[in-house]
């Protein structure tokens, strides 16, 4: 008699979780609308603690979860710098960092200084290719990552456009994308002069 119960219960159970994946999974953005346009973003003059990696973007996860360390509620910021489709995958460059304010964030720069990140400042935002993406939960980045760096591509292959590199900003609830459409130079850190870019992309 007990048995139609559980089988029951566990049906029961099986859907619930089959909803709780699924709510997740759209607040996290798998379904959002991606709108790209071209603008102006407002972020000027950022001063980044950063680190600089060679080889697959996926690598970047580790420092963005060593920047916790240091403080979980600052924006975070990712710069990359090579084409995927034209670039091998160990020539890859790219920097990953936080964004600080010099007078407040004075202490926790000179920590992050004694382990190996660098100092950099960013230009004030000029005309981008431009997109945001939801940032809810964990799954967000992961979600993110597999729309919106390929749909901001097929933009400016299908506008002709001269843009690069890719820069992406954390915020606690919204990640940034913008693809400068010039000043391009100023977005280079000092690293990139010491790895000049792959062959095919000169």
């Known amino acids: 008699m007990l048995i139609p119960f559980i089988l029951l219960a566990i049906g029961l159970t099986f859907l619930a979780l089959i909803f709780t994946v699924f709510w997740l999974l759209k607040v996290s953005g798998l379904f959002a609308s991606i709108k790209i346009k ?24 580790d420092i ?4 916790l360390n240091y403080s979980p509620s600052h924006s975070t910021i990712g710069i990359y710098y090579d084409k995927p489709d034209v670039t091998p995958v160990e020539q890859r460059r790219s920097i990953v ?6 007078t407040k964030d004075q202490e926790m720069i000179e920590r992050m200084k004694k382990d190996d990140y660098k100092i950099f400042k960013l230009p004030k935002s000029v005309q981008s290719v431009y997109t945001t993406f939801p940032f809810n939960s964990v799954f967000s980045v992961s979600i993110a990552s597999m729309r919106v760096p390929s749909r901001l591509a097929n933009f400016i292959e299908s506008n002709k456009l ?5 820069i992406e900003v ?6 940034h ?6 000043n391009y130079e100023d977005y280079n850190v000092p690293e990139l002069i010491s790895s000049p870019p792959p062959a095919s992309e000169e």
């Open 177 to 182: 994308y913008f693809v400068p459409l010039s």
């Open 170 to 175: 954390y915020e606690p609830t919204l990640i």
């Open 97 to 102: 960092g936080v964004i600080v304010d010099e």
């Open 64 to 67: 963005f979860r060593d920047i």
């Open 162 to 166: 001269d843009a690069h590199p890719l």
């Open 38 to 61: 071209i603008t102006q973003p407002t972020f000027e003059f950022l001063t980044i603690a950063y680190k600089f990696q060679q080889g697959d973007y996926s690598q970047s996860a």
